[in-house]
């Protein structure tokens, strides 16, 4: 990335003009925030010249982008440096008709958060499954963008989705433009949190992002819904800020589908099966019939696996968080299946298969968690918000943020611990003394029946205190 000079950049501003055109729908998501960086990925339905301006104040300016170019329809992602640590910043899009000889015109002032310092007292927050593609069973777009401006007025330092966003297994029609529509269709609702606060992905089982269908071609629906995930959302790979899969995959390059870093006094990890697993982890990509009866043909993999236990053990953080779509990426239940296969080490009728069937691990992954003091476990995939604890970590299930029907689904898997019904998300305060965990309920105005049922209260709250 260029900077520009302060002194050009007040020339550039004092030449704008409106120029008359069309205002161009535009969307701006961040994503990688670091120290001294962050990134926005920029959507336009036209073509267009833009840069970005930001600085420490509303409306002052003292740094800018190169101006780059947008074709309609491509995004291009566009990087704030030289930023300060553990500092907010206010940015905003300057814009103009590719080839136009007048001014830049501007979309809305946002602001971002870099990395924050020991000692330091953040928000972040969460959302389960949104499943757009549902709009029959758990899906109101209304209810959606009211979820998601609420979020975005609390202001978190970035958002997490658990997976299910992109589903692509119910495409009548497969082929790489349909698969890049539901990456797409997000846009414009995870744009209102993502302007403001970075998004983080986790991989899902109905993205069908997954290794058992590679091909070795490109024209592949593993291959488009992957590069489709990574060309609209700012995704880390290995850095010297994240550390990550390494792992280059023809057609695709960086998969970005697990990684870490570090906010704070916290460390944040997600994982994803699905691009480590030699077999379909859950439903089958048209053909659910050829689902594996074994599930310890199901895996994370061992070069995910010494990520993940390199990363746990090596970090001094206080309060460590990971993250994934589900225990083992499919089943029901929390601390429920948290035993089973290369989980927990059980075999399907309880007896242990762990020393067999993972000779080379030291442990099951929630012994690893266990060992490693991690504060909470998040997972989407059953539709309902459930906290559970076993062995000292929480085990904390995300509601959807969409659901008008106000149900929890599955709630039967779940056989203790505290459970509420959609719809809603999940606010994290993270303070030195203690982590506050808040599930916020949303209602559409038609269905709030105070003082039970009112958009914005707090169905749950539960306190982790520092050791």
Do not use: C
């Not at 389960?128 to 401006?149: C, W």
């Not at 592949?220 to 899969?245: K, M």
């Amino acid at each position: 990335m260029k900077r520009l000079p302060l002194v050009l950049v007040v020339l550039l501003l004092a030449g704008f003009r409106a120029h008359g055109a069309s205002v161009p729908a535009i969307t701006e998501v961040l994503g990688r925030p670091t120290h001294d960086s962050m990134t926005v990925n920029v959507r336009a339905d036209a073509d267009l010249e833009v840069y970005v301006e930001y600085g420490r104040e509303p409306g002052h300016y003292d740094a800018a982008t190169a101006p780059t170019t947008v074709a309609a329809n491509q995004p291009v992602e566009i990087v704030m440096g030289d930023l300060v640590v553990d500092a907010q910043y206010v940015y905003r899009l300057r814009y103009r008709a590719r080839g136009s000889s007048g001014g830049y015109d501007a979309v809305t002032e946002h602001t971002f958060q870099t990395q924050r310092g020991p000692g330091s007292t953040f928000t972040f927050a969460l959302q389960g499954d949104s499943h757009p593609e549902r709009a029959r069973i758990m899906f109101n777009s209304d209810l959606y963008v009211q979820t998601l401006k609420a979020v975005a007025a609390e202001r978190p330092d970035f958002y997490l989705t658990s997976g299910d966003d992109f589903s692509v297994d119910t495409l009548r029609v497969v082929n790489e433009a349909t698969v890049a529509e539901r990456y797409t269709l997000q846009l414009p609702y995870l744009g209102l949190v993502g302007q403001s606060s970075p998004l983080f992905l986790v991989n899902g089982n109905h993205e069908q992002a997954a290794r058992y269908l590679l091909n070795g071609s490109a024209d592949n629906v593993a291959v488009w819904a992957q590069n489709a995930r990574n060309r609209y959302f700012p995704q880390p790979a290995p850095d010297g800020f994240y550390s990550g899969n390494s792992e280059v995959v023809p057609h695709i390059g960086l998969l970005r589908d697990y990684y870490a870093w570090e906010w704070g006094d916290a460390l944040f990890v997600v994982i994803d099966p699905y691009w480590s697993s030699p077999v379909a982890v859950d439903n089958v990509f048209g053909d659910d019939s050829q689902r594996t009866r074994n599930l310890w043909d199901v895996t994370h993999g061992d070069a995910q696996y010494d990520w993940l236990k390199r990363t746990l053990e090596g970090s001094r953080a206080k309060w460590k968080f990971v993250f994934a779509h589900h225990v083992m990426g499919s089943g029901r239940g929390g601390i429920e299946v948290a035993d089973d296969f290369e989980w927990g080490g059980r075999n399907r009728n309880g007896t242990p298969g762990f020393a067999l069937n993972r000779p080379r691990w030291p442990m099951p992954i929630h012994q690893l968690l266990v060992a490693n003091h991690v504060t909470i476990f998040f997972q989407g995939h059953d539709h309902l918000f459930a906290r559970q604890e076993l062995d000292g970590v929480v085990y904390q299930s995300l509601p959807n943020p969409a659901d008008d029907t106000y149900t929890a689904f599955n709630a039967d898997a779940y056989l203790s611990g505290d459970k509420f019904p959609n719809s809603g998300y999940v606010k994290v305060t993270v303070a030195p003394a203690a982590v506050n965990v808040d599930y916020v309920r949303m209602f559409l105005p038609k269905d709030e029946r105070p003082p039970d049922q009112v958009s914005g209260m707090v169905q749950f709250s539960y306190s982790i205190p520092g050791q």
